[in-house]
Structure formats: structure tokens, C-alpha cells
């Protein structure tokens, strides 16, 4: 059994980044291997204790698993957008955002944000221009992000006039960091503005943020749950004007 173990970590435990999807299948012969230990144990009541305690301590971290999810504030944005949105209108999204039409009760018609601009391309770049291998495929990725930057200017902000925009900050985080404010300095601006209501009248109608976590849970980090999620409305002032709510 353990002879296993060793074949299985010189092909996975190489890898500089190890997913949990790797260490899985390799749970069952740990379980297996349980089995001679235990015999070896002799049943006592401080094992049964620290068994038990083990078996508690999981059952409540797995409740706060569902928990968080059932939390996360992108639910709470679905509830609000069935009752305040009027079918018809028009919301931009970015990414990590519900996907609203495929949602009942919902009818809206959906812009998507593109999503295309990342930092790593940019990064990328200045370590492989000219690489014979890479640039040809990763230069097609820049030059798609390029095009997509065009979405954030003022002007086609104007031009398209949607009810809504929709943003979360598992997108647009990227460019509040150092990197991503020396990359994309105008996308940085357009975000900070939307969050501060400064954007073409665009003012904050939803805004849920996720509740940090125990200290003393397991896992503390969940790959693409903690977030805020915030939805804008255009203001009448601006000429935006929203199915049913808004007169001339």
C-alpha cells in the first residue's frame, strides 16, 4: 500500500502547484491503511473522545461551508434583481456575476463586460515578446485585450445608455493592484468611479459584501466565494431612463 504512495508523489508532488483535485484519489488508500492501525489501538475512551471531538469539529466546519455559500452576496443580488428590475431593462455584468437570464423570473437584456483583460497577459508580455513558441498564441490574447479596453471608455459608456451595470470584485479587483493600476490605468479609473458614484450619474442601488469567516474553520479560503457585489442604476439626471420608472 504505501509502495503506492511513493509512484503516486513522484508523478504529482512535483508540481510546483498542487490542486486538491490531485490529492484526491489518494484518499481511499489512506483509508485502507487506517484499518491495521486501528486494530493495533486498543479501544479506550479518551480515543473515543478524540474521535468524537474530530467528528464535531468536521460537522461544523461543513456546515459553515454551506453556510457561506448560501450567503454569498451574489444570492442575495438574484432576489433583489427579481423584485426591483423591470423586465426589459438593460444591465452590463462583469464576470463572477449571476448569469440573470438563466435564472426564473428574471427577463432583462444582458450586456457582458468583457472579461478578456488580465494582468498576467500584460506580465507575459514583457517576459515572452518574441518567443517563438508563445508569442504567436499569447499575442492573439493581447491584442483581444486591447480591443475589449475600448469597452471602458466614457464615451461608449455613453453611447450604450444600459439601466444597469452590475460589477463584481472578483473581476475588478485585478486592477486595484499595483500592477493592474500601471497596466490599465483607465479601467482602474472606470471602476473607482462606479464605486464612488462619480461615473455618468451611475448611483448604487445593491451593494453585499461577504462576512468574513471564523478563524477557527476549516477551509478559511474557498476559491471564488468571497466577494462584493454591487449593482448601479442610472439616474434620470443623465438621460438614462428606465422602463417604467423614469418619464421624459
Not at 489518494?26 to 473515543?48: E, F, N
Not at 475588478?172 to 479601467?187: M, W
Request: hydrophobic share 40%.
Amino acid at each position: 500500500m504505501l509502495s503506492v504512495f511513493l509512484l503516486y508523489y513522484y508523478k504529482f508532488g512535483s508540481f510546483p502547484r498542487i490542486e486538491t483535485r490531485f490529492v484526491l484519489p489518494i484518499l481511499p488508500y489512506w483509508m485502507m491503511l487506517s484499518g491495521p492501525v486501528l486494530q493495533l489501538l486498543k479501544p479506550t475512551r479518551i480515543l473515543a473522545i478524540f474521535l468524537a471531538v474530530i467528528c464535531c469539529y468536521n460537522g461544523i466546519c461543513g456546515f459553515y461551508v454551506g453556510k457561506r455559500f448560501v450567503e454569498d452576496p451574489r444570492m442575495a443580488a438574484i432576489e433583489w434583481v427579481k423584485q426591483n428590475i423591470s423586465p426589459g431593462s438593460s444591465i452590463e455584468s462583469t464576470r463572477y456575476s449571476p448569469d440573470w437570464n438563466d435564472i426564473p423570473g428574471i427577463n432583462i437584456q444582458l450586456k457582458k463586460i468583457p472579461h478578456q483583460i488580465t494582468v498576467r497577459n500584460k506580465i507575459f508580455e514583457s517576459q515572452l515578446h518574441g518567443n517563438r513558441w508563445v508569442w504567436p498564441i499569447l499575442n492573439r490574447d493581447i491584442q483581444r485585450s486591447e480591443k475589449a479596453k475600448k469597452w471602458f471608455d466614457e464615451s461608449n459608456v455613453r453611447q450604450r445608455r444600459s439601466d444597469y451595470i452590475a460589477i463584481n470584485s472578483l473581476f475588478y479587483n485585478r486592477f486595484f493592484t499595483e500592477a493592474g493600476q500601471n497596466y490599465y490605468p483607465a479601467i482602474h479609473e472606470y471602476f473607482k468611479k462606479l464605486l464612488a458614484e462619480e461615473l455618468w450619474g451611475y448611483k448604487i442601488v445593491f451593494d453585499a459584501q461577504s462576512q468574513p469567516a471564523p478563524q477557527w474553520i476549516y477551509p478559511r479560503y474557498i476559491d471564488s466565494l468571497e466577494n462584493r457585489m454591487t449593482i448601479l442604476r442610472s439616474s434620470p439626471e443623465t438621460g438614462f431612463l428606465l422602463p417604467g420608472t423614469f418619464d421624459k
